[in-house]
């Protein structure tokens, strides 16, 4: 079973859309997360989640929204996307926070 | 505020000779120290991490890592490299608010 899964792995779509990436996590871990990770493999963390609780909310644009229907998931949705959005997005979960985070396999977004 | 900085970001080398990748970072309080791999269209995993205790953890691929608190660093380090140890790196910082920084990540190529 995987550890942590997202879907769609990839997701082509244009400018103007609204998307949602979701997230899962087997682990029973409290808090999760989401990264951009660009085309230069530079890691950002947009959002971190706490039983369900959002506890960072690094500079991300309205448009990203997470919603937390419980501990096991975490989806973001991006409302009129821009071609800047295009990137992998990356879905993590740790027991607590602070500790070793394990990452599920990506999102490909890619706005034309 | 933390941050991280990897000082290479490309290292390559030769099948069988060593390697080390560097990581420095900076934080008011205390941290937790982490290296994960990223292999090509996958997501991160964990090499290993340093939490406290041993100064000196390892992998078991054959991976070590020194926290070394003087000098604010957890250089990584593996005395013989397979071509299948080609991936990106990154180094990254935890907190126990839960803030983790990763460091821009260092590509390693190992050539036959």
């Known amino acids: 079973d995987t550890a942590v899964s997202q879907t769609p792995k990839y997701l082509v779509t244009q400018m103007g859309n609204d998307k949602s990436i979701k997230c899962e996590q087997n682990l029973g871990h409290d808090t999760m997360y989401w990264y951009k990770q660009d085309s230069k493999k530079f890691l950002k963390i947009m959002f971190s989640?706490?039983?369900?609780?959002?506890?960072i909310n690094e500079t991300v644009p309205n448009r990203f929204s997470p919603k937390s229907p419980d501990k096991a998931h975490l989806n973001l949705h991006i409302n009129s996307l821009e071609l800047g959005d295009s990137a992998v997005y990356f879905c993590a979960s740790s027991q607590r926070e602070g500790r070793e985070q394990y990452f599920g396999p990506g999102t490909r977004l890619t706005v034309t | 505020a933390q941050s991280v900085t990897q000082l290479d970001s490309q290292v390559p080398v030769f099948e069988e000779a060593p390697v080390e990748l560097r990581c420095n970072y900076s934080s008011s309080v205390s941290v937790y120290l982490f290296w994960y791999v990223q292999y090509p269209n996958q997501g991160l995993q964990l090499l290993l991490k340093y939490l406290s205790g041993s100064t000196l953890v390892e992998s078991i691929n054959g991976f070590e890592a020194e926290f070394n608190k003087s000098q604010t660093s957890f250089h990584l380090r593996k005395p013989s490299v397979h071509i299948s140890d080609t991936a990106e790196y990154f180094c990254a910082v935890n907190t126990n608010a839960g803030k983790s920084t990763f460091g821009d990540g260092t590509t390693l190529t190992v050539k036959p």
């Open positions: 989640y706490n039983n369900k609780e959002l506890i």
